[in-house]
């Protein structure tokens, strides 16, 4: 079983979250190979429903003691630019996107995430959301 895992830590990231789970982002994924979503969504407001089908299942929870279990299972790690949850994903040497949230202050984020990038580590982006109005 291939599976995403996407963590925002004790911060909420509505955006990440909302982008990931949505229709079109599970179609990637599942053209990708993946059969799994597991979203670690912290204090944020934006609960996706979990699902199982036969081809794909989507987990969901806001908080565990540890993230280990699910950094050893997943075969791609998305997080937010944390210190702490990028470099646990670095030391389990699992291919990581950071998405930087720009919503925070200073954006202490994006250096970390061009750094980091910049020795060959990951990858990093933003969150950009099409809003139907």
């Given amino acids: 079983m291939k599976c995403v895992f996407v ?7 509505d955006d990440l ?4 789970s949505a229709h079109d982002s599970l179609q990637i994924f599942k053209s990708l190979g993946y059969n799994r979503l597991v979203l ?14 036969e081809s794909f299942t989507l987990d969901v929870y ?15 790690v998305i997080s ?5 949850s990028c470099l646990e994903t670095l030391e389990k040497r699992k291919p990581l996107v950071v998405v930087v949230n720009e919503k925070l202050m200073n954006n202490h984020q994006l250096e970390l ?7 060959g580590h990951l990858f990093y982006c933003t969150c950009i959301l099409n809003h139907v109005l």
Avoid: M, N, W
């Avoid at 937010?80 to 702490?84: E, S």
């Avoid at 995430?113 to 020795?119: G, V």
């Fill in 62 to 76: 806001r908080y565990k003691d540890s993230l280990k279990e699910d950094l050893e299972k997943a075969d791609l």
């Fill in 7 to 13: 963590t925002v830590g004790t911060t909420s990231f």
């Fill in 17 to 20: 979250i909302a982008c990931v």
């Fill in 113 to 119: 995430a061009k750094q980091l990038h910049k020795d």
């Fill in 40 to 53: 670690q969504i912290g204090r944020g407001k934006v609960v996706p429903e979990p699902f199982s089908t």
């Fill in 80 to 84: 937010h630019a944390g210190a702490g």
